[in-house]
């Protein structure tokens, strides 16, 4: 059932960016020649705080659907030792300084929980400290894009909850 549904969701996302815009809705509600309401229901439902995007965790988190996948699983996917979610979006890092990171996000996390301004900045400091300066780090939420340059082997993405993190080092010239 989990996978027909999101077939539903990326019948509207067809660029599979996660995130349904109202120009997706309304694009779709056009195509299908559905009622003006049906763009309405669906912000009604899934968008009640009108961010005028729908990502696909929110969509899977209010049809439950996160909930029965996590119980017809023994051990989730993407995780570190039982660490919460990682969905790995993009990397130019070794595996080790991967984990690294990953544990120091966790530890800002627990500090600063849902404050991401000094989340960034703690975990600045400490990848500056721990690994040199020039570290840059970015919370987003929903759809992003990015084009940005960084020292070779020093540039990390992914979404852990409904954070996600961009993590690259500039070199110094």
């Not at 509207?12 to 020649?33: C, G, H, M, S, V």
């Not at 790995?88 to 996390?109: G, H, R």
């Not at 300066?133 to 082997?153: D, M, N, P, T």
Request: proline share 3%.
């Amino acid at each position: 059932m989990t996978e027909e549904l999101k077939e539903v969701y990326f019948n509207i996302d067809k660029n599979r960016t996660d995130a349904i815009t109202i120009a997706d809705l309304e694009k779709y509600r056009q195509e299908n020649n559905l009622s003006e309401d049906f763009i309405h229901q669906w912000q009604k439902l899934f968008d009640p705080d009108s961010t005028g995007v729908i990502t696909l965790q929110k969509f899977l988190d209010i049809l439950c659907l996160n909930r029965m996948e996590d119980q017809n699983k023994d051990e989730p996917i993407g995780t570190i030792e039982g660490q919460q979610e990682l969905l790995q979006i993009a990397e130019d890092m070794e595996p080790d300084k991967q984990k690294a990171i990953f544990e120091l996000v966790q530890q800002v996390e627990d500090v600063h929980g849902a404050n991401d301004r000094d989340i960034v900045r703690s975990l600045k400091t400490k990848l500056d400290d721990k690994y040199g300066r020039l570290w840059h780090i970015f919370i987003v939420k929903g759809q992003f894009h990015a084009f940005y340059s960084y020292e070779g082997g020093n540039s990390f993405c992914f979404k852990k909850g409904p954070r996600i993190y961009i993590i690259y080092k500039t070199p110094k010239e």
